[in-house]
């Protein structure tokens, strides 16, 4: 370890990244590495690689330039395989993709890779329930992420099979003998995993992409884009021109771990360098005064444990960002005879098929527990006839309007249908999405999508409780496993494993969130039944 991390040193040191007043560090409590701020008792037990500091930038802790960054901007430009890669850009791979495809080759190439100092730096292995055991992913059972997990494993075979097997042959044959070195799929699979617990969306100035890549022109749109593809790579809008936005890896910042509190921002510095003194680059900023030996944290976005789990491999109890996808079943689309057409309706109003239901929304709800913290709502649609009238419960009903809506048409009776096409044939203009809005409440009301939103949260918390037992059941694990920390003590009654502990916080949340929504539909139905 002590000779990787002087390698990437030395790298760093030679291809301008700074690293002022801190150091990295192997995370004691986990696996990987994170930064820390510089403490010179200690220097013995990290590793530092400090530029001389400034007064002038002395809140700047880490400065990577943007050069140095693994984008499609640059490898593009690589002095080997540039072209290549640049073909491979029209030919079905997009940007994510290519950055992989890169991944995977200068893996492959070993020391001989300019980015080796780098990658050997990087994990071998995550935390994701990609990267489960088949054990370990049944510890999911029952969850959105679950059935998420066994959909990309189902979908990674197919990319890798269909679009990069090809691409990645072509590239071996300009650098390994055919008996060299042979990519498989776990290859893929690394790069992947890579690529999502580690790239940022990186607002680049457009003094440095348009500078350093002749290709970059105008579209139709009057959009900067290289290479006009479905995704493209890199793009701003006409409204601000001085930003072109890109995904990618940043040696140096990209070491730094989650917190919601952040104690470091990253930022971009233009082409005068004025914040970090290196012109084009990104730059780690402390937020806060570090006492010596600190960990600097950022915050990857107010993320709920469900996209933690499954994009970085960890979870944070009592996360406030928590939520629960909703799902309308697939065997209701299969049993329902007029179900293509209420799609049509669906359609038509915009309107999906899935909901987020985030848990802040229950402060609101009947079972709130400020009284004073009702939410005003308006109501859409409600005085086509003046019959109907917004329900006495809308300041209490914690489901958005689209989900209630969707339900409503999915929930409609053939009956009803006739009922809404009647009235919008009353209309003499081509109906907005306001007439057909009004005339699905007018026939239809809330009784029938609330009831149906009852059954569907009912499904999806004994799908919960089948999997993985109550609620009760993983605040037991829990605690057992806290008893096992405290005492110092390991065994196979009471202990859990990273990826089991994760898997039950997350399951946890997840069917107490599902339990409380439910709660709150049938006091819902119950009030609109009254």
Same mark, same amino acid.
């Given at each position: ?5 002087? =390698? ?26 994170? #930064? ?72 492959? =190439? ?40 066994? !959909? ?20 071996? #044959? ?23 617990? =580690? ?136 049993? /329902?005879?007029? %179900? ?22 229950? !402060? ?12 005003? =709502? ?24 689209? %989900? ?16 809404? !096409? ?12 306001? /007439? ?22 009912? !499904?999806? %918390? ?66 609109? #039944?009254?």
């Amino acid at each position: 370890e002590e000779e990787r991390l002087e =390698r990437f040193s030395r790298w760093s040191q030679e291809h301008g990244i700074q690293f002022r007043g801190c150091a990295i560090k192997r995370v004691s409590d986990a696996e990987g590495f994170g #930064l820390y701020t510089q403490n010179d008792s200690a220097r013995g037990d990290f590793l530092s690689f400090c530029a001389p500091l400034s007064t002038d930038f002395a809140d700047v802790l880490v400065v990577t330039p943007l050069d140095l960054a693994l984008t499609p901007v640059t490898i593009v430009k690589d002095p080997v395989l540039g072209n290549v890669y640049r073909e491979m850009l029209g030919n079905e791979i997009d940007d994510r993709l290519l950055v992989m495809i890169f991944l995977i080759i200068e893996r492959a =190439r070993g020391r001989a890779s300019f980015w080796a100092p780098y990658l050997e730096m990087l994990p071998s292995g995550f935390g994701t329930p990609l990267w489960f055991e088949d054990e370990e992913l049944m510890e999911l059972d029952g969850t959105t992420l679950f059935e998420a997990t066994k !959909a990309q494993q189902r979908c990674l075979p197919s990319v890798y099979i269909g679009t990069l097997c090809c691409q990645l042959f072509l590239v071996s #044959l300009y650098l390994f003998r055919p008996d060299d070195r042979e990519l498989e799929f776990q290859e893929f699979l690394w790069a992947n995993c890579i690529f999502w617990t =580690r790239a940022l969306n990186i607002p680049c100035p457009a003094s440095f992409v348009t500078s350093s890549s002749p290709e970059v022109a105008k579209d139709d749109g009057n959009r900067l884009v290289i290479y006009v593809l479905p995704h493209p790579f890199i793009s701003c809008s006409s409204k601000d021109v001085s930003t072109i936005w890109i995904e990618g890896l940043v040696p140096g910042i990209d070491f730094c771990n989650h917190t919601r509190r952040a104690s470091g921002l990253w930022e971009i510095d233009g082409s005068d360098g004025s914040t970090s003194g290196v012109p084009h680059s990104m730059y780690l900023i402390a937020d806060v005064v570090f006492p010596p030996g600190s960990e600097v944290l950022i915050n990857y976005g107010d993320k709920g444990n469900e996209e933690l789990l499954f994009l970085y491999g960890f979870v944070e109890e009592d996360n406030s960002n928590d939520y629960v996808m909703v799902h309308f079943p697939k065997m209701f689309l299969d049993e /329902d005879n007029t %179900m293509d057409f209420k799609l049509q309706l669906l359609r038509e109003l915009d309107l999906s098929l899935k909901w987020l239901l985030p848990s802040s929304l229950l !402060a609101s709800g009947f079972l709130r527990k400020n009284p004073d913290d009702k939410a005003t =709502r308006t109501h859409p649609g409600f005085s086509w006839s003046g019959h109907r009238k917004a329900p006495s419960y809308l300041d209490c009903l914690v489901f958005p309007e689209d %989900m209630v809506l969707s339900l409503r048409v999915l929930s409609m009776p053939e009956t009803a249908l006739h009922g809404v !096409a009647n009235l919008l044939e009353q209309i003499s203009h081509v109906p907005s999405k306001d /007439d057909i809005q009004a005339a699905v409440w007018e026939v239809c009301g809330d009784a029938e999508a609330l009831t149906l939103l009852v059954t569907i949260l009912s !499904a999806k %918390m004994a799908d919960l409780v089948r999997g993985t037992g109550p609620e009760s059941r993983d605040e037991e694990l829990l605690e057992r496993d806290r008893r096992c920390k405290e005492q110092g003590t390991v065994d196979d009654t009471g202990f859990l494993s990273q990826n089991h502990r994760a898997c039950v916080i997350y399951r946890k949340s997840q069917k107490r969130l599902v339990s409380s929504f439910l709660q709150e539909a049938k006091l819902a139905l119950e009030a609109c #039944l009254a």
